[in-house]
Nanobody, 123 residues
Framework: QVQLVESGGGLVQPGDSLRLSCAAT????????????MGWFRQAPGKEREFIAA????????VVADSVKGRFAISRDNAKSTIYLQMNNLEPGDTAVYYC????????????WGQGAQVTVSS
């Protein structure tokens, strides 16, 4: 069983920075956290869920969506079973609920999801 808990959301102004955290807990952790590919997604009101970034289990390679490339960065701390999403130069269009997700190597879909963290960018 895997539980994911996001934190760090909030209300910020355009141009500000914010860092989201996602802590993983469960019987499989912390020994096996490094074996999980972790991802960040977001969903804005009235829109479909959007992939933001992923950091892979095998070699910690990172993928970031073009829509946020250059502004957002994903990282992981395997010792803390935690991933992060550093968001810089935030824009009103970044307003959404941000979710972290986990999957084991070889899985096509993410079976484990957090409850989400609200990020609102407004002046």
């Amino acid at each position: 069983q895997v539980q994911l808990v996001e934190s760090g959301g909030g209300l910020v102004q355009p141009g500000d920075s914010l860092r989201l955290s996602c802590a993983a807990t469960g019987r499989a952790f912390p020994n096996y956290f490094a074996l999980y590919t972790m991802g960040w997604f977001r969903q804005a009101p009235g829109k479909e869920r959007e992939f933001i970034a992923a950091i892979y289990a095998a070699n910690s390679a990172k993928v970031v969506a073009d829509s946020v490339k250059g502004r957002f960065a994903i990282s992981r701390d395997n010792a803390k079973s935690t991933i992060y999403l550093q968001m810089n130069n935030l824009e009103p269009g970044d307003t959404a609920v941000y979710y972290c997700a986990a999957k084991q190597r070889g899985e096509a879909e993410y079976p484990y999801w957090g409850q989400g963290a609200q990020v609102t960018v407004s002046s």
